[in-house]
C-alpha cells in the first residue's frame, strides 16, 4: 500500500524528534499502522536547520500554509504553538481535508470546541496525545482504557518546571527565586518562565482532561489557577513534618452540581504514590468508579517522549483514515451530540481540605479566638503545629490543617483570622487534597 504522506509544521525539538523517531522505528511502525508513515513536506522558519535534519528526505518550505494546501499531504502535523497562526493553519487543513495531529495544548484548550467542530463537520480526525503530559498515553487512557467507568476525579503532577523547582525547594531548603534562576540556567525552565510557572500550561492540560473524562466542553477560562510563585519554603517544610508533600496539581472533579476544575499548590500525603513523583516527570491519578485508582508516569516533554505520543497519533489516523467517521473514536471521547452542560464550579463552592499559616502572639486566649472563627464556620480541625518562639520572639507560627470544607467559608474564616488584633500579617493558605477515593 503506498505511504501516507505526513506534513510537518515545525522542525524544532519535538518535530526533530518525530522525524527521527519515525525514521529509526519505520519498520516496527508500519508493522502496525499497515503502511509506511512517510513526512514528505516540511515547513519551519530555520530552512537550514529543516535541512539539516532531514538529509534531503523530504520537500522544506519556510511557509507553513503551501504544506497544508499540498494536496499530496494525508495528515498535517502541527508543532508550532500559540494560539493565533496555529489555529489558522489548523483551521485551514481541516477545511482542506486534512487530519490534524498537535501538541498544541495552549489551542485546544482556548480554540478546541472551534476545532473539533470543524473536524466533524469535514469528517477529519483531530488527534492530540502529547498536548497532555507528553509521552504519558493519558488521552487513550481516559478516551478508550477507562470508557466503562464514570470517571470521579483525576489529579496531575502535569508541569514539569514547576515539579522540577517543587522538588528542589524541597530537597535543597532554597527560596523558589532561587530554584527559578538554577532550573533556567540547566533548561528546566523557559526564559519567560510564566506559563509554567504560574499554573497555565497546567490548566490548559487539565482543561483538555476534563473534557475528555467528564464529556464536557473545553472551557478553560472557568478553571481555577495559581501558580507556584508565591509559595514559601517555610510552606514545604511544615508541610513534610506534617506527612505531605506540595505538588502543583491540576484538578478535575465530577460533583453532583457541577464540575471543579482547579490548578493550585497541593498539599497530598506522602504516603501516596503520586507524592513521590519528582523532578521533570509527569503523573496522572485517574479514578473511576469501576476500576479504582489507575495511575500514569513518564515523561511529560521532550524530544523523543513527545515524539512517542504524536507518532501514536499518526498510526491511529493512518488506521482510521478510512473508516467511516461515524465510527472513530470521538474527538472528546463521548459522542458530540451528547456532551454534558455541567457547569464549572466557581471556586467560592469548590470543597476540600486546607493547610492554614499564621503568626500568632504567643499569648493566652489567641488559640482560642481562632479555633471558635473555624467553629462558626462549621469548619473542622484536623491537625494543629505550633512552634516555640525563636529566642527573643513574642510571635509564632501556628499551622492548622482542616477537614473538608467550603472554599467560600474558609474566604470568610481568613478575613476574620487576619482581623484579630494577635494576628500578624496575612494567613497562607494551601489546598490539600488525600487522594484516596
Ligand atoms: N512546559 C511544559 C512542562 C512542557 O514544563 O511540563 C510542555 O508542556
Do not use: C
Not at 508533600?245 to 490548578?263: D, F, M, P, Q, S
Request: cysteine-free; overall charge negative.
Amino acid at each position: 500500500m503506498k505511504p501516507i504522506n505526513v506534513g510537518l509544521l515545525g522542525i524544532g525539538t519535538v518535530g526533530g524528534g518525530v522525524w527521527t523517531v519515525l525514521k529509526r522505528n519505520e519498520e516496527e511502525i508500519s508493522r502496525r499502522a499497515g503502511r509506511s508513515i512517510r513526512i514528505s513536506h516540511v515547513a519551519d522558519r530555520n530552512l537550514d536547520h529543516a535541512r539539516n535534519v532531514t538529509g534531503g528526505g523530504a520537500r522544506i518550505t519556510d511557509d507553513a500554509y503551501a504544506v497544508v494546501a499540498d494536496p499530496d499531504i494525508d495528515i498535517v502535523v502541527e508543532l508550532i504553538g500559540g494560539y493565533t497562526v496555529a489555529r489558522d493553519l489548523v483551521l485551514k487543513a481541516i477545511e482542506n481535508g486534512k487530519h490534524v495531529v498537535t501538541a498544541n495544548k495552549a489551542l485546544l484548550a482556548v480554540h478546541g470546541n472551534e476545532i473539533f467542530a470543524a473536524a466533524q463537520k469535514k469528517g477529519v480526525m483531530v488527534a492530540f496525545e502529547a498536548a497532555v503530559a507528553g509521552g504519558i498515553p493519558i488521552i487513550k487512557a481516559l478516551r478508550e482504557g477507562l470508557s466503562a467507568n464514570r470517571i470521579q476525579w483525576l489529579a496531575g503532577i502535569i508541569n514539569g518546571t514547576t515539579n522540577f523547582i517543587l522538588s528542589e525547594m524541597r530537597d535543597k531548603g532554597l527560596a523558589f527565586a532561587d530554584v527559578l534562576k538554577e532550573a533556567q540556567r540547566l533548561g528546566y525552565a523557559e526564559a519567560d518562565p510564566t506559563f509554567d510557572i504560574e499554573g497555565v500550561d497546567a490548566a490548559h492540560k487539565a482543561t483538555i482532561m476534563s473534557a475528555i473524562a467528564f464529556g464536557i466542553p473545553m472551557q478553560f477560562d472557568k478553571a481555577y489557577i495559581e501558580g507556584i510563585s508565591k509559595l514559601d519554603a517555610t510552606d514545604i517544610k511544615y508541610a513534610e513534618q506534617l506527612g505531605y508533600r506540595i505538588k502543583l496539581l491540576g484538578i478535575a472533579k465530577h460533583k453532583k452540581n457541577g464540575i471543579e476544575l482547579r490548578v493550585h499548590p497541593t498539599l497530598i500525603p506522602t504516603k501516596r504514590l503520586i507524592a513521590n513523583v519528582e523532578g521533570a516527570m509527569n503523573a496522572v491519578l485517574v479514578w473511576g468508579d469501576a476500576v479504582g485508582a489507575t495511575l500514569y508516569y513518564g515523561k511529560g516533554a521532550g524530544a523523543e517522549p513527545t515524539a512517542s505520543a504524536v507518532i501514536a497519533d499518526l498510526v491511529d489516523v493512518t488506521r482510521l483514515h478510512t473508516a467511516d467517521p461515524k465510527n472513530r473514536v470521538p474527538h472528546l471521547a463521548f459522542q458530540p451530540d451528547r456532551l454534558s452542560d455541567l457547569p464549572i464550579l466557581p471556586m467560592a463552592e469548590v470543597e476540600t481540605a486546607y493547610y492554614l499559616r499564621l503568626t500568632a502572639a504567643d499569648k493566652p486566649g489567641v488559640l482560642a479566638d481562632i479555633t471558635r472563627i473555624l467553629a462558626d464556620l462549621s469548619i473542622s480541625i484536623d491537625a494543629m503545629l505550633q512552634k516555640e518562639p525563636a529566642e527573643g520572639e513574642s510571635q509564632t507560627d501556628v499551622v492548622i490543617l482542616t477537614h473538608v470544607a467550603l472554599e467560600k467559608d474558609v474566604d470568610a474564616a481568613i478575613v476574620r483570622i487576619e482581623a484579630l488584633a494577635s494576628i500578624t500579617g496575612k494567613v497562607t493558605r494551601i489546598r490539600m487534597e488525600e487522594l484516596n477515593g
